[in-house]
């Protein structure tokens, strides 16, 4: 099982940059993938990107281009840059862990803020 606790959201304007941040503990982080997902209200939550250990990365098409989900396997944090932000990018987004041999993400922050608007 893994802890995962996200920072970095805020309020920020059409066009600006922004970076998540998860701090990840508990058991051995490098046995999962770590991704990130986002809700908007009253819509279905969805995959935004994900990495694995060694960096293989996924990028829903929508934000591909735009952001960039990083790993620091020696600090177990994992991060996602949102740049070129759109409002439609609003939407609380959480950090997800996902066991190597698993098909479901199984461990999940909190929720950070992120609004874009001007």
């Known amino acids: 099982q893994v802890q995962l606790v996200e920072s970095g959201g805020g309020l920020v304007q059409p066009g600006e940059s922004l970076r998540l941040s998860c701090a990840a503990s508990g058991s051995d982080v490098l046995d999962y993938v770590l991704g990130w997902f986002r809700q908007a209200p009253e819509k279905e939550r969805e995959m935004v990107a994900t990495?694995?250990?060694?960096?293989?990365?996924y990028y829903e098409d929508s934000v591909a281009g735009r952001f960039t989900i990083s790993r620091d396997n020696d600090k177990n944090m994992v991060y996602l840059q949102m740049n070129k932000l759109k409002p439609e990018d609003t939407a609380i987004y959480y950090c997800?862990?996902?066991?190597?041999?698993?098909?479901?993400?199984?461990?999940w922050g909190q929720g950070a803020q992120v609004t874009v608007s001007s």
């Open positions: 990495i694995t250990t060694y960096g293989a990365t």
């Open positions: 997800a862990a996902r066991y190597i041999d698993s098909s479901r993400y199984s461990d």
